[in-house]
């Protein structure tokens, strides 16, 4: 997987004036990080991390990996995949390790499970991403995290119709956006909250962006994350920079489990750094 981040500018420069006045003076300044996530810890929040897998016993985990599965490509399957539990559980290249860490160390009292749909070479077809995000819906995730993507366009339907399927049944979906400037899914869909990486190092400086497809900018390019066998590795790219927002919004919906995908898009928006301070 390429990890070369796109750099977009996440600065107040680039903030309308017209938004600002909305965020400092409409009804979304009466949302503040306070009212948003004070106090919680993401207790009970189920987080499904679609990717590589998890070192389940990697000492930053601390036992938050609750189970998982493995999704193998079957050509002879109505679905063309095979789901099996994961286990042990293990990581076949530190990916997704690196993005529960993430999570984790945001929301510490989350539950995280994983679906594993990538090889060792960060490798998987599409019906296996597409086979992992469909187990995580239908087996009652409220977020999944989704650092990565497809650029096939014969892929764009079925994408289009899962992502559209868990934002109907309220499950939060979080997409990195692709490392190189080129379409891929599902980060470009509405459904989802797409998320690209920035300088900051600050696990809770993030940025809006008004000019989407991307929607959030948050730290991804030279950051220190779990890696294998208990280590731990400095990574870049907007693969880790999902994780974050994902993190933030298990913290937002252990405090306020009642909020739908797009309430919870409109927190993190009204709470996000090129917003006047309060």
């Given at each position: 997987?390429?990890?070369?981040?796109?750099?977009?500018?996440?600065?107040?420069?680039?903030?309308?004036?017209?938004?600002?006045?909305?965020?400092?003076?409409?009804?979304?300044?009466?949302?503040?990080?306070?009212?948003?996530?004070?106090?919680?810890?993401?207790?009970?929040?189920?987080?499904?991390?679609?990717?590589?897998?998890?070192?389940?016993?990697?000492?930053?985990?601390?036992?938050?990996?609750?189970?998982?599965?493995?999704?193998?490509?079957?050509?002879?399957?109505?679905?063309?995949?095979?789901?099996?539990?994961?286990?042990?559980?293990?990581?076949?290249?530190?990916?997704?390790?690196?993005?529960?860490?993430?999570?984790?160390?945001?929301?510490?009292?989350?539950?995280?499970?994983?679906?594993?749909?990538?090889?060792?070479?960060?490798?998987?077809?599409?019906?296996?991403?597409?086979?992992?995000?469909?187990?995580a819906i239908d087996n009652g995730m409220q977020i999944i995290n989704l650092s990565l993507s497809t650029s096939r366009e014969e892929y764009y339907a079925l994408f289009h119709k899962l992502t559209d399927d868990a934002y109907f049944q309220n499950v939060v979906l979080v997409s990195a956006a692709n490392n190189i400037p080129a379409a891929s899914y599902p980060s470009l869909y509405s459904s989802v909250i797409s998320v690209a990486a920035?300088?900051?190092?600050?696990?809770?400086?993030?940025?809006?962006?008004?000019?989407?497809?991307?929607?959030?900018?948050?730290?991804?390019?030279?950051?220190?994350?779990?890696?294998?066998?208990?280590?731990?590795?400095?990574?870049?790219?907007?693969?880790?920079?999902?994780?974050?927002?994902?993190?933030?919004?298990?913290?937002?919906?252990?405090?306020?489990?009642?909020?739908?995908?797009?309430?919870?898009?409109?927190?993190?928006?009204?709470?996000?750094?090129?917003?006047?301070?309060?």
């Amino acid at each position: 997987m390429d990890d070369e981040p796109l750099r977009p500018a996440w600065s107040e420069a680039f903030y309308p004036e017209e938004l600002r006045n909305i965020a400092i003076h409409g009804p979304l300044a009466k949302i503040t990080r306070e009212w948003a996530w004070g106090e919680s810890s993401g207790r009970g929040v189920r987080v499904a991390i679609v990717d590589s897998g998890i070192e389940a016993d990697h000492p930053a985990l601390a036992g938050a990996v609750q189970a998982g599965v493995v999704v193998e490509y079957d050509e002879l399957a109505e679905s063309h995949v095979r789901i099996e539990p994961d286990q042990p559980l293990v990581d076949l290249s530190g990916h997704g390790t690196a993005c529960a860490g993430i999570i984790h160390a945001l929301a510490p009292q989350a539950e995280l499970y994983s679906a594993r749909v990538l090889g060792r070479n960060m490798k998987g077809k599409a019906f296996q991403f597409a086979g992992g995000l469909r187990w995580a819906i239908d087996n009652g995730m409220q977020i999944i995290n989704l650092s990565l993507s497809t650029s096939r366009e014969e892929y764009y339907a079925l994408f289009h119709k899962l992502t559209d399927d868990a934002y109907f049944q309220n499950v939060v979906l979080v997409s990195a956006a692709n490392n190189i400037p080129a379409a891929s899914y599902p980060s470009l869909y509405s459904s989802v909250i797409s998320v690209a990486a920035h300088l900051e190092q600050d696990p809770f400086t993030y940025y809006y962006n008004p000019n989407p497809p991307v929607e959030f900018g948050a730290p991804g390019i030279d950051v220190e994350v779990c890696w294998l066998n208990g280590q731990t590795s400095v990574v870049t790219g907007n693969s880790f920079a999902a994780p974050h927002i994902a993190g933030l919004a298990a913290l937002i919906l252990a405090k306020h489990p009642e909020l739908t995908p797009f309430e919870l898009k409109t927190v993190l928006r009204a709470c996000a750094n090129n917003r006047a301070r309060r």
